[in-house]
């Protein structure tokens, strides 16, 4: 099953994987990116579906996320300007980005994963991307330059398929972009530890330092579905929503020089055995995720969060609800067909993944 992105309403995914499970249908690997790469963290360390919802809608869920910090580079106008230049330039990744100092929020250090189980009762491939360049490189013209190393973090056996495999995004098809052609697996990485890196989206947050190298997020490939394909015999993934134009697509261009559009409807298309349709998640869950105020008067970028514990308790009880249901529409439909596309106006908001 591929968990790609969600943002902060990744709760969906613990959702649809209680309702796989219920019927008898709980893949055996996750493959996750960004948000979606906590929700498989703790669907691996909590083995019962009520204890994942539990955890996900815990106190100490709430207080990690009421730790979110706007840095000095959260200023309204500035980061405007910036979104304006980017969707101006249509040069892909013309110069190396500062992936160490321009980001919108500070995470907390520890993300509040439950301990790891005896034995769990599913695999856990996580998606990154190791960084082919330092801070001292920033501003830099690219030129053709690679700078990107999709990383896969997985146990061995998850290695042993994915071995001699190179990146689907090294492919021309997505566009001028600067990411190498290797693929790299590494199994020495905890499965929190794992989640954490992922959840290092470009322009929101810092990229991740591990062990001496930094890595983006799995906003790299939020739609690994090649990578699916080499894991297992049956795809579980999402049918998602559209990209933002105004910020998702000229970020994506300018940080990866990925085409977010062909690399969506490539997704949306290529052969999944069930899809679950999410592609209105942001119309009906448009109030249960964190929000982003915008302080004119302060020229300044907030994170909004539930005013109370009960409130975020009752949004994860709306987020997994939400998943449930649609998973559970998915399993009602004979196989392999494909949903309609539930018709909106409206288009996520930036980058994948986390998203506030």
């Known amino acids: 099953m591929v968990m790609g992105g969600g943002g902060f309403r990744f709760g969906i995914y613990i959702g649809m994987y209680a309702a796989l499970r219920e019927a008898g249908r709980a893949p055996d690997v996750l493959l996750a990116s960004c948000g979606g790469a906590i929700a498989a963290a703790i669907i691996h360390q909590l083995p019962d579906p009520q204890a994942q919802k539990n955890w996900l809608s815990s106190e100490q869920m709430y207080r990690f996320w009421r730790g979110l910090r706007s840095t000095e580079h959260a200023v ?11 969707k101006l330039s ?5 110069v190396i980005p500062d992936l160490f100092n321009d980001y919108l929020f500070e995470i907390p250090p520890q993300l ?7 034995k769990p009762q599913v695999d856990v491939a996580i998606i990154g991307g190791r960084l082919l360049f330092d801070a001292a490189e920033v501003g830099q013209p690219r030129g053709q330059r690679k700078l990107y190393e999709e990383t896969v973090f ?20 997505w566009g001028e972009h600067a990411i190498a052609r290797s693929l790299h697996t590494d199994g020495s990485v905890p499965v929190t530890e794992a989640a954490r890196i992922s959840i290092a989206d470009m322009v929101y947050f810092r990229c991740a330092r591990y062990r001496g190298e930094e890595y983006i997020g799995g906003v790299l490939d939020l739609f690994p579905v090649e990578i699916a394909r080499r894991l297992g015999t049956e795809v579980i993934m999402e049918f998602k929503e559209a990209f933002d134009q105004v910020f998702s697509i000229p970020a994506w261009r300018s940080v990866l020089g990925v085409d977010g559009n062909a690399r969506l409807r490539y997704a949306n298309s290529h052969l999944a055995d069930m899809r679950i349709d999410s592609s209105d998640v942001s119309v009906v869950l448009k109030k ?33 609800r939400y998943g449930y249901d649609r998973a559970r529409e998915a399993l009602a439909r004979p196989p ?21």
């Open 336 to 356: 392999r067909t494909q949903p309609a596309v539930r018709r909106s106006n409206h288009h996520s908001r930036p980058l994948s993944s986390i998203e506030p």
């Open 76 to 86: 309204l106008y500035g980061t405007l300007l910036r979104a304006a230049k980017r």
């Open 154 to 173: 997985c146990n061995e056996r998850a290695a042993a398929a994915l071995r001699g495999m190179a990146s689907p995004l090294s492919d021309t098809r």
């Open 90 to 94: 249509r040069t892909p990744v013309p």
């Open 288 to 320: 249960q995720q964190l929000q982003q105020k915008l302080d004119w008067l302060r020229n300044r970028i907030e994170l909004q969060m539930p005013p109370d514990y009960a409130t975020f308790a009752q949004h994860v009880s709306d987020q997994w």
């Open 112 to 118: 509040p994963f439950p301990p790891a189980a005896d």
